[in-house]
């Protein structure tokens, strides 16, 4: 009994230790504040809300590309004098090349379309290769117009971007230095221009797409974006619903200050003003490059359809997190006017005296 008691006494002072994230404590005490000052209840965040920011399965995101119409040895046998393409084409059909990832051949394609077009250039004069050359040039066309097509298998296949846009168990940190993400956001944006650019400029090298991915991977605060976009919606929806009940109409019933509405200033002052939105100002900082990047990744050509869908809830769409985020943005601040202007208590207006002192 005495072991079993030290036991449960263990359990519980290791439960106690594990404290939520300073963003989830403040987003929670904001909410609980301003429903004790104006009686009304809210519904509390729902961590399972987060799964509809997962992305879909692999094996639904990757196209299938059709192999090259012409023999790999019928070019290696009637192109000798073009051995940068019959590097490339050997390179392709061995062992490695053939379970080469989907980053390193969008790569590969882009230099095997550049050789290609060199052994053309070098054949041009020769009229015994006039057939030949019709079917490089046949290939060619056929291998630009499959670069889009590689490209989404390359950000699909990849565990970089994955783990990029996958959602994050906590929240941006609270911290009074601000968070960076610059080079994540950056290469988000720069691999979206590379897929748009096609297939009138090839692919960049392997080293510069490996850069990319690798950005990404390094990146902690996408993950946590999404879930502080996610939390900070729900807590401002909570909020304006709150202060838009129709029993807040008569805390200032003759347009003045009320004893009521005092502490409700202070909530305003203290917890919204002091706390959420310092976080808010960060998720924008953030979320804006980051929204960007999804939008341009989302405009490239021959998207499919699981990935322009799932782009769609993250930032691409009407109906978008990072949207409905937004709208919450003004629907809260109009609220909080209304409510402060119908006390004369708004910042400007005569009532406005900041936080009482006994806050």
């Excluded at 879909?56 to 059709?66: G, K, M, V």
């Excluded at 990319?212 to 996610?230: K, T």
Aim: glycine share 6%; aromatic share 6%; charged share 20%.
């Amino acid at each position: 009994m005495r072991l079993l008691t030290v036991i449960i006494g263990l359990c519980l002072l290791l439960t106690g230790c594990e404290r939520m994230p300073l963003a989830v404590r403040q987003m929670d005490n904001y909410l609980d504040r301003l429903g004790r000052v104006l009686e009304q209840q809210h519904a509390h965040y729902d961590v399972t809300q987060l799964s509809r920011y997962r992305l879909p399965e692999r094996r639904d995101r990757l196209l299938d590309i059709a192999p090259m119409r012409i023999s790999l040895i019928e070019l290696l046998v009637d192109t000798q004098p073009c051995k940068p393409m019959q590097q490339r084409v050997s390179e392709r059909n061995s062992i490695l090349g053939k379970v080469m990832p989907w980053s390193h051949r969008l790569a590969f394609e882009g230099e095997l379309i550049r050789a290609i077009e060199d052994c053309i250039t070098t054949l041009k004069d020769d009229p015994d290769r006039d057939e030949l050359i019709v079917e490089l040039n046949q290939l060619v066309t056929e291998k630009r117009a499959q670069l889009h097509g590689v490209f989404w298998n390359a950000i699909n296949a990849s565990e970089e971007f994955e783990y990029y846009l996958r959602f994050a168990n906590e929240p941006l940190p609270v911290q009074d230095q601000p968070l960076e993400d610059r080079l994540g956001a950056q290469a988000l944006q720069q691999l979206a221009m590379v897929g748009q650019s096609m297939p009138a400029q090839l692919p960049p090298s392997r080293p510069d797409l490996d850069a990319h991915f690798l950005a990404l991977y390094q990146s902690d605060r996408s993950s946590q974006l999404i879930h502080s976009l996610s939390r900070l919606t729900h807590t401002l929806q909570q909020a304006t619903t709150m202060l838009g009940d129709p029993s807040v109409a008569k805390l200032c019933p003759m347009g003045q200050p009320t004893s009521q509405s005092r502490i409700l200033l202070n909530v305003f002052v203290l917890f919204y003003a002091g706390e959420i939105q310092p976080q808010m100002a960060q998720v924008q900082r953030l979320g804006r490059p980051w929204a960007e990047g999804v939008m341009q990744l989302s405009s490239v050509p021959e998207i499919p359809s699981a990935t322009a869908d799932y782009l769609a809830v993250l930032a691409a769409g009407e109906s978008s997190l990072w949207t409905h985020y937004q709208r919450q943005i003004t629907a809260h601040s109009e609220a909080w006017q209304r409510v402060l202007g119908n006390c004369g208590m708004r910042p400007g207006q005569t009532g406005w005296q900041g936080p009482a002192p006994d806050a």
